[in-house]
T-cell receptor
């Protein structure tokens, strides 16, 4: 079974440029998460989707970050414009049950963003 | 606000030298405590879920335990392949749904 797929794996941009990350969750998983992990830190939730609906986006910096999950499958996370402090690894995860589960999330390998 | 504190930040062991990693937590109502393993350049990989004080889970050389204030990840006779960062996370009852609050992790290095 294929795992969570993310692209690109690495991205280097200059500040004020836009950037987008793509995630394809495990087939049949209707809950999708975007986390941000700074160097030496644990992952921090940015947004959680149940199917197409964003049910928790309280930690998403809405002035520059946006996300969408069309048709309840793939998701895209966008940053526009990027700032130096956005340099981090952006992790996508999925889980099979909606509204609460065992806490077992399946993570992708992440997209490492460097903003110069 | 939920908080998770892990110690030590880094740990270096010789192969076969058993030890424990600590995860202290503060949460309004614990729904679950989770351990994940993260290898360099990879996403976290799920290890265990613990729900109530006194509960224990085992997997190969790893055993996780839970009290009302902290969790321990015991590593028995570790091997070099156990080298990784071990992350602890908590999930609270209430409006957070599936939200996990992670600690900063313990970076474990096991040497021959």
């Amino acid at each position: 079974e294929a795992g969570v797929v993310q692209s690109p794996r690495y991205k280097i941009i200059e500040k004020k440029q836009p950037v987008a990350f793509w995630c394809n969750p495990i087939s049949g998983h209707n809950t999708l998460y975007w986390y941000r992990q700074n160097l030496g830190q644990g992952p921090e939730l940015l947004i959680r989707y149940e199917n197409e609906e964003a049910v928790d986006d309280s930690q998403l910096p809405k002035d520059r970050f946006s996300a969408e999950r069309l048709k309840g499958v793939d998701s895209t996370l966008k940053i526009q414009p990027a700032e130096l402090g956005d340099s981090a690894v952006y992790l996508c995860a999925s889980s099979p049950l909606a509204g609460g589960n065992t806490g077992e999330l399946f993570f992708g390998e992440g997209s490492r963003l460097t903003v110069l | 606000e939920d908080q998770v504190t892990q110690s030590p930040e880094a740990l270096r062991l010789q192969e076969g030298e058993s030890s424990s990693l600590n995860c202290s937590y503060t949460v309004s109502g614990l729904r679950g405590l989770f351990w994940y393993r993260q290898d360099p350049g990879k996403g976290p990989e799920f290890l265990f879920t613990l729900y109530s004080a006194g509960e224990e889970k085992e997997k190969e050389r790893l055993k996780a335990t839970l009290t009302k204030k902290e969790s321990f990840l015991h590593i028995t006779a570790p091997k070099p392949e156990d080298s990784a960062t071990y992350l602890c996370a908590v999930q609270a009852w209430g409006g957070g749904g599936n939200k996990l609050t992670f600690g900063t992790g313990t970076q474990l290095k096991v040497e021959l």
